[in-house]
């Protein structure tokens, strides 16, 4: 079952330019973690919100969550073509350890 | 630093061979997944393990079997490769850490086609 279902499917934008990603999930989770993947390679971890949070940041990453709507968002501020990836949202339920993933962003950012 | 390295970054195979795939981490984590990527349908998990010799199903465990006999490996078995398994498979790892947070460090991922 999808856990996660990112919007918009693809993104592409000018660098220096803000991106945002959308997730929506059907299912309470326990928190909910967004990955990046270059193409071709593996996931990389970029930040986790846990269901009691409104709000994370790190770096030029922003992350919301509302779990009234079952939505989360991701914000990358000042993007620089490098952050051209695709972008998962994934939540966590029951046993933490577990994820489900949507089926991404990709995010496109021209120099 | 976290490594999650995978046998193969590439793998052609022909329909009904037994296809392993392996997965090694150096982390000392309890957990660790397979999982399915393909094109419009994202990441599909096949199998998971908590701990040596345990597994459990994941979403789409048909024609898939798993075994993982140490900590720091799990292997993925394909019985008899079918041309619907070309994928590309990400091994993953994760334990607890603080705050029980649970992320998932992966591999670079092996293509795998079946013809």
């Known amino acids: 079952s999808q856990q996660g279902e990112e919007d918009p499917q693809a993104l592409s934008i000018q660098e220096g330019e803000n991106a945002t990603m959308n997730c929506s999930y059907k299912t309470s989770i326990n928190n909910l973690q967004w990955y990046r993947q270059n193409s071709g390679r593996g996931l990389v971890h970029l930040i986790l919100?846990?269901?009691?949070?409104r709000e994370k940041h790190s770096g030029r990453l922003r992350v919301t969550l509302d779990t009234s709507k079952k939505s989360s968002s991701l914000l990358i501020t000042a993007s620089r073509a490098a952050d051209t990836a695709s972008y998962f949202c994934a939540g966590s339920r029951g046993s933490n350890y577990k994820l489900t993933f949507g089926k991404g962003t990709l995010l496109t950012v021209n120099p | 630093d976290v490594k999650v390295t995978q046998s193969s970054r590439y793998l052609v195979k022909r329909t009904g061979e037994k296809v392993f795939l392996e997965c090694v981490q150096d982390?000392?984590?309890?957990?660790m997944f397979w999982y399915r990527q393909d094109p419009g349908l994202g990441l599909r998990l096949i199998y998971f393990?908590?701990?040596?010799?345990?597994?459990e199903k994941g979403d789409i465990p048909e024609g898939y079997s798993v075994s993982r006999e140490k900590k720091e490996r799990f292997s993925l078995i394909l019985e008899s490769a079918s041309t619907n398994q070309t994928s590309m498979y990400l091994c993953?790892?994760?334990?607890?850490?603080?705050?029980?947070?649970?992320?998932?460090?992966f591999g670079p991922g092996t293509r795998l086609t079946v013809t």
């Open positions: 993953a790892s994760s334990t607890p850490g603080q705050g029980r947070r649970y992320e998932q460090y």
């Open positions: 919100i846990r269901s009691n949070e």
């Open positions: 393990s908590y701990d040596v010799k345990m597994k």
């Open positions: 982390m000392d984590h309890e957990n």
